[in-house]
């Protein structure tokens, strides 16, 4: 069997596979769905309040000045990614992961 | 979010749905699995790359499924869960679908069944790096950079990681092959 009839094949079977999926799960695809486009609707998003974002940030940096030990003061600084990033939510941790993706994409778009 | 853009995406997410959820199901092999990682996925999606242009959707939303099904796996590993091949060779109380008897189901549809079978079976025993990139290249047609990034390696590995998996795809099913 050649690569071209074997890729051929395959694809077929796995297309029908798709295809005759059960209604029960194609409706918990499709409410999964919905619930994703609703989620995107109902999501507040910073970019709502751009003054409280900020306002968060400048409050976090006081504090995080304010606070530093005296010690601490002649060490080398640290930036604020350094800083912050420990505190991030397990969510915001894997979207720092996929950043470079996101970028990596917008440079193949402009390239394109 | 504009409402051309929720169609836009709602599209993309109904023309993706049903090869995420296979893919997922083959890489874990449990169906109520592969819905909760193709669930997460959706979400992760719309609600943080719904604003990009809809031509990186699907890198982006593969990228983000394989993710899920990487992080399933480490979690089964944690909890000291023994490995399960995928689906039916191993998952013997999970029923893919609701399906008539054998005896009257038709011959072409049995055969159909049987060779879906024989490829996840095939699938099931690749590497799982292998069996994410053949069916991200092959079925899901990405190219080679968007597979890689995919999947979290280089372009080369895409390549030899592909090679790796035709030729035991070859092997194991030349035998009974239709």
Redesign the interface.
């Known amino acids: 069997m050649n690569d071209d009839r074997l890729v051929g094949d395959l694809r077929q079977v796995l297309d029908d596979s798709a295809a005759e999926l059960d209604e029960l799960t194609l409706a918990g695809l499709k409410a999964a769905r919905l619930r994703a486009l609703d989620a995107t609707h109902a999501r507040p998003g910073y970019g709502r309040w751009p003054w409280l974002a900020g306002a968060l940030a400048s409050v976090i940096a006081v504090a995080l000045v304010l606070t530093e030990p005296e010690a601490g003061r002649d060490a080398e600084p640290a930036t604020m990614a350094a800083v912050a990033e420990p505190a991030l939510p397990v969510d915001d941790l894997e979207l720092m992961s996929e950043l470079d993706f996101v970028i990596w994409l917008a440079e193949t778009e402009t390239t394109l | 979010?504009a409402a051309a853009n929720?169609d836009e995406?709602?599209r993309f997410?109904?023309s993706v749905?049903?090869?995420a959820?296979?893919i997922a199901e083959i890489n874990l092999g449990n169906?109520d699995d592969a819905?909760d990682a193709?669930?997460d996925a959706?979400?992760?999606?719309?609600?943080?790359?719904?604003k990009?242009?809809g031509?990186?959707w699907k890198?982006?939303f593969y990228?983000?499924l394989n993710?899920r099904i990487t992080d399933t796996h480490r979690q089964r590993t944690r909890s000291r869960k023994v490995f399960q091949p995928p689906r039916s060779s191993f998952d013997e109380d999970w029923q893919?679908?609701?399906q008539a008897p054998a005896s009257v189901q038709p011959q072409g549809q049995l055969e159909?069944r049987a060779?879906?079978e024989r490829?996840?079976s095939a699938l099931a025993e690749l590497p799982m790096r292998q069996r994410q990139v053949f069916?991200l290249r092959?079925?899901e047609g990405l190219d080679v950079?968007q597979t890689a990034?995919a999947v979290g390696c280089g372009s080369g590995s895409v390549k030899t990681h592909l090679s790796r998996a035709?030729a035991a795809?070859?092997g194991k099913?030349?035998e009974n092959?239709?």
């Open positions: 979010m929720r995406l709602n997410l109904a749905e049903r090869q959820l296979r169906r819905l193709v669930q959706m979400l992760k999606l719309a609600t943080r790359y719904a990009r242009p031509s990186e890198p982006l990228r983000i993710n893919p679908e609701a159909r060779a879906m490829l996840d069916l092959i079925w950079a990034r035709m795809l070859r099913l030349q092959w239709p």
